[in-house]
């Protein structure tokens, strides 16, 4: 069954820097695209990236520039690098990806930006 497992969430100061992974199974990773959307408290899951199966990348407003999605279907690892990040940053980010036409996500992995 697909399973996305993501990690690498934790505690930063406003401006630092973290790069979260998603370790992806039970499919062909290299065939399919991949996203990050995040959840804050009191607000609705938002698109963050995505990227395709042939590399293509896509962003959401707020995070581009600072934001960096990339995957290694050596390791069936999708990868999000967040720079200069903000409190407003602070979420749970969850992997994403679908397959057959149904949705899968991951557990989610909290962000929290905070001096």
């Known amino acids: 069954q697909v399973q996305l497992v993501e990690s690498g969430g934790g505690l930063v100061q406003p401006g630092g820097s973290l790069r979260l992974s998603c370790a992806a199974s039970?499919?062909?990773?290299?065939?399919?695209?991949l996203g990050w959307y995040r959840q804050a408290p009191g607000k609705e899951r938002e698109l963050v990236a995505t990227?395709?199966?042939?590399?293509?990348?896509s962003y959401g407003n707020s995070v581009k520039d600072r934001f960096t999605i990339s995957r290694d279907n050596g390791k069936n690892t999708v990868y999000l690098k967040m720079n200069n990040l903000t409190p407003e940053d602070t979420a749970v980010y969850y992997c994403?990806?679908?397959?057959?036409?149904?949705?899968?996500w991951g557990q989610g992995t909290q962000v929290t930006v905070s001096s």
């Open positions: 990227v395709t199966n042939s590399g293509s990348t």
């Open positions: 039970g499919f062909v990773f290299s065939m399919l695209g």
């Open positions: 994403y990806t679908k397959r057959n036409s149904r949705d899968y």
